[in-house]
């Protein structure tokens, strides 16, 4: 069986308040709760991130392949990431991606969100690129490169 590890870059903080987070959060929180609670994280300034306020790794190893149901923050990025839509990536992290609804809240809320990755899933080679949220899921934008 193969495996997908990613490196995201540290994005922007978000223009976000408190209260909207909250309201976000108390509408899907389902969904919040699989991140382990940290879906929106605050650095040590009190500026708001998603996911992550650092350079952040995550792999498919770091999870089962049968989904138990509870919170695993690896898991529920690989599922945040697993909506794509458009574009083209050329891998998968295997897990199937939150309900559309879910993306074009988030994508309301936040407007303009993007993450620039590096994804090596185990073979000659690794992916680079972005993932860029849109309505309805994600939209992926990848060139595989081989190592050299």
């Known amino acids: ?26 509408k899907y929180c389902e969904i919040v709760e699989l991140f382990e609670d940290a879906l929106f994280v605050k650095d040590d300034e009190g500026k708001t991130y998603l996911i992550s306020d650092k350079n952040f790794e995550f ?13 695993n923050k690896s898991r ?31 994508c309301n809320l936040l407007g303009d969100w993007e993450a620039c990755a ?5 073979d000659s080679g690794y992916y ?8 309805g899921g994600i939209y992926a934008s990848f060139t595989y490169n081989n190592y050299e």
């Open 59 to 71: 792999s498919t190893r770091d999870f089962s392949v049968q989904d138990d149901g509870l919170p």
């Open 128 to 135: 680079s690129g972005s993932f860029e949220l849109i309505e």
């Open 1 to 26: 069986m193969g495996y997908c590890s990613a490196e995201l870059e540290k994005g922007y903080h978000l223009s976000l308040s408190d209260e909207e987070r909250c309201e976000f959060e108390k």
């Open 118 to 122: 590096s994804v090596n899933c185990g």
């Open 76 to 106: 529920a990025i690989a599922r945040f990431f697993g909506k794509v839509i458009e574009g083209d990536c050329g891998f998968s992290f295997g897990q199937t991606g939150f309900p559309s609804e879910f993306y074009t809240d988030l």
